[in-house]
């Protein structure tokens, strides 16, 4: 059976409305999008790391209850688990303040076993921070003579665009290990300075990763293939929190990736229909997600999605 492989940090997202802390529930950009796919019932583990305190005791006991596996998370003796505070704004779009305290020593955690086929999905700051480089490029060397599919998400963050020039060398590596690039026009304006997403894919994306695709809020999704150049519409919704929409989006087009059986050797001749079909189950769990407060679909969404 295939399954589904993250690296990436978890937290503690404690979220404050109106300045009042409003609920706490673990987070982390990879691990948002794996709670819902092990909501679906898909094989999932995960790489990363927690600290040997409370807050790790509760984002392991979360991880189990979700069916991921906790076998590659490192527990870390020195330093702290970490924590994020999302203030919510009107619109309900969330700014973060982080603390984290890593020891040296990080990611002690073994080689997954990954078969051909199954997907690893990377992102965020955790897949350019130096202190985690070499062991990133050990998984991503092994996924990719597996013939795993590599899912990349830069998911950059404005706090990280002052490094963007900095950082731009990692990220093109990360694009050219990747298999599909899904970013928001944010992220891409945040590295590269462009808002126009067929510049982005034509001057940045294209020559390291043919299959891009591009969220854009309400304003839909464009898919690039090398042979396609789509744009889809998304459903108006009223979002209560955008927190984890991307994240979620991302465990859709896995999900979608795995319902119709699309393997490494597929997606170079994926038609528009199936892109369509892919696509469509992002933006159902995108849209779900948004509608509450949790970073990931509910357990009674999943049992409804799996029929």
């Known amino acids: 059976m295939r399954k589904v492989i993250g690296i990436g940090e978890t937290i503690l997202d404690i979220i404050f409305k109106n300045d009042q802390p409003h609920t706490a529930v673990p987070g982390g950009s990879v691990f948002n999008g794996l709670v819902s796919l092990g909501r679906l019932n898909v094989p999932v583990s995960f790489i990363s790391e927690v600290g ?20 590659l998370v490192d527990r870390f003796p020195d330093g702290k688990s970490p924590i994020s505070l999302a203030f919510l704004d009107d619109d309900n779009n969330a700014n973060y303040t982080f603390y984290k305290d890593y020891p040296k020593q990080r990611l002690e955690v ?25 062991r990133t490029i050990e998984f991503l060397e092994y996924a990719k ?23 731009t060398p990692t990220i093109l590596e ?12 944010e992220d891409f304006f945040n590295i590269f300075g462009k808002t126009d997403v067929d510049r982005v894919y034509s001057d940045h994306i294209k020559f390291y990763c043919e299959r891009f695709i591009s969220t ?6 464009n898919l690039y293939t090398g042979k396609l150049s789509e744009h889809f519409d998304t459903d108006a919704i009223n979002p209560v929190s955008t927190i984890g929409a991307g994240d979620n989006f991302n465990a859709g087009i896995i999900y979608g990736l795995l319902k119709y059986n699309i393997g490494y050797h597929d997606l170079p001749s994926l038609s528009k229909e199936t892109w369509k079909k892919i696509i469509r189950c992002g933006m159902d769990l995108a849209s779900e997600v948004c509608q509450s407060y949790d970073n990931y679909i509910s357990k009674e969404f999943a049992a409804s999605y799996r029929k």
């Open 110 to 134: 073994s080689m997954p076993v990954i078969n051909q086929d199954d997907i690893l999905i990377f992102g965020s700051y955790y897949s350019l921070n130096p202190a985690l480089r070499e």
């Open 145 to 167: 003579e597996r013939k795993a599919i590599i899912y990349y998400d830069p998911n950059f963050r404005k706090a990280h665009a002052h490094e963007a020039i900095y950082l």
């Open 216 to 221: 854009h809020g309400a304003n839909g999704v």
């Open 174 to 185: 990360n694009l050219e290990y990747a298999d599909i690039v899904r970013g928001s026009d």
């Open 52 to 71: 040997n305190d409370r807050v790790g005791d509760i984002i392991r006991k979360f991880m189990e209850e979700n069916h991921i596996s906790t076998e």
